[in-house]
């Protein structure tokens, strides 16, 4: 995949982020932002190996997702908490679970589509 197009994508998916976060509240901004998060960590894995499989990409970004969430529960540095969160929430794995399937879905449907010499490599 070209590295522009995942470039924009992260681009926009921390636009989506900041917004919901923005505009809404409650569960849905909260938990809409935890699986946007795991988008974005599957776009910088698809940006730096940009012929990784969908599914390994999406097992990677839920993964250090979940590996995230759960250093919480030892704590996390101070200056790290505004990226990386303060509070364990068990809810937060399903979300974020969520959200690497619909990327990684999403990077399926889009190999699918190219023509098959290009998608070979993928």
């Given at each position: 995949m070209p590295r522009r197009p995942i470039a924009l994508a992260a681009v926009l998916t921390v636009a989506a982020g900041l917004g919901v976060r923005a505009l809404l509240s409650g569960p849905f901004a909260k938990y809409s932002g935890d699986a946007l998060y795991t988008v974005l960590i599957y776009l910088v894995i698809v940006f730096i190996r940009p012929h990784v499989r969908p599914w390994t990409a999406a097992l990677l970004a839920c993964g250090l997702s979940w590996a995230i969430e759960f250093a919480q529960i030892a704590g996390i540095p101070t200056v790290l908490r505004p990226l990386l969160g303060s509070t364990f929430n068990p809810p937060d794995l399903f979300w974020y679970a969520a959200g690497a399937t619909l990327?990684?879905?999403?990077?399926?449907?889009?190999?699918?589509?190219?023509?098959?010499?290009?998608?070979?490599?993928?």
């Open positions: 990327a990684g879905a999403v990077h399926y449907v889009i190999l699918r589509r190219q023509p098959s010499e290009r998608r070979a490599d993928a």
